[in-house]
């Protein structure tokens, strides 16, 4: 057993499950929180090194000689309980696409595809911060946690060590859902209502298949 002041629930589209906060629920039919990620290659000669983004496909280099790619639309389409064919269907539109986009597909198949669940909160915001009702836990949520990881570890040290949430954390915070500091029963995640209870001072929600360009 480690003991520690604060732990950090960083559990991805898992943290639902460990903290009473809300995500679009991924298990379901319907949900638009997976995403289907397609790994295309060989390229050659060698292609983009860096992210492309068209209205139709997003682009970027893999290790190995590869390209990743991902559309809204696909992402829309699919979820964890999508049939294989519609996958494989989608992963081959997928490399028509960049086909069309970048030189040096002619010789390339899919070589992965996979449906991937993304942790969306259901503002489309990120949820960080410490938890109402629960002292010690601070949650870390996020679905642009790649573009956003190095930012907000530095905002979340700070608010650790000073004990004062920096200002560009307030509009995240996961007292957001939670008007009323919780009871300990309501951390029971079988109980948990996904719905935002108070909307508040939000944002209006991001589309779907594109990460939030603020923390
Ligand atoms: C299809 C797709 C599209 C994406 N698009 C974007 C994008 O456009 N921009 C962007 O910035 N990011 C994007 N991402 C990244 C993604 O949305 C998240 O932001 C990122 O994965 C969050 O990283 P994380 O470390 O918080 O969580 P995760 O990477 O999910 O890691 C959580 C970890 O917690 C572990 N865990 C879970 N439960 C427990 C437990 N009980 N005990 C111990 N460990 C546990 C898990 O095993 C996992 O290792 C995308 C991801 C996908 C799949």
């Known amino acids: 057993m480690?003991?520690?002041d604060e732990v950090i629930c960083c559990a991805g589209r898992w943290t639902p499950s460990l903290a009473a906060v809300p995500l679009i629920p991924w298990q379901s039919s319907g949900s638009t929180a997976p995403g289907l990620v397609v790994r295309v290659g060989p390229v050659a000669p060698p292609g983009p090194v860096r992210l492309l983004h068209t209205p139709d496909l997003a682009?970027?280099?893999?290790?190995g000689g590869l390209l990743h790619l991902e559309a809204e639309d696909a992402a829309a389409a699919v979820d964890l309980h999508t049939p294989e064919p519609e996958l494989r269907r989608w992963?081959?539109?997928?490399?028509?696409?960049?086909?069309?986009t970048v030189r040096g597909l002619d010789?390339?198949?899919?070589?992965?595809?996979?449906?991937?669940?993304?942790?969306l909160p259901p503002d489309g915001q990120s949820i960080v911060g410490r938890l109402p009702g629960a002292p010690g836990i601070y949650v870390a949520v996020t679905h642009s946690g790649v573009t956003?990881?190095?930012h907000l570890s530095r905002l979340?040290?700070?608010?650790?060590?000073?004990?004062?949430?920096?200002a560009a954390l307030s509009p995240y915070t996961p007292a957001r859902f939670t008007p009323t500091p919780l009871d300990p029963?309501?951390?029971?995640?079988?109980?948990l209502d996904p719905r935002p209870l108070d909307p508040g001072p939000l944002r209006?929600?991001?589309?779907?298949?594109?990460?939030?360009?603020?923390?």
């Open 2 to 4: 480690l003991e520690a």
């Open 59 to 63: 682009v970027r280099p893999h290790p």
């Open 91 to 100: 992963a081959a539109e997928l490399l028509r696409r960049a086909r069309r």
């Open 107 to 119: 010789d390339a198949r899919v070589v992965t595809h996979q449906v991937c669940v993304r942790p």
């Open 148 to 150: 956003l990881a190095a």
């Open 156 to 166: 979340i040290a700070a608010d650790l060590t000073t004990g004062t949430p920096p």
């Open 185 to 191: 029963g309501r951390l029971d995640p079988g109980r």
């Open 204 to 215: 209006p929600s991001a589309r779907p298949g594109a990460a939030p360009r603020a923390p």
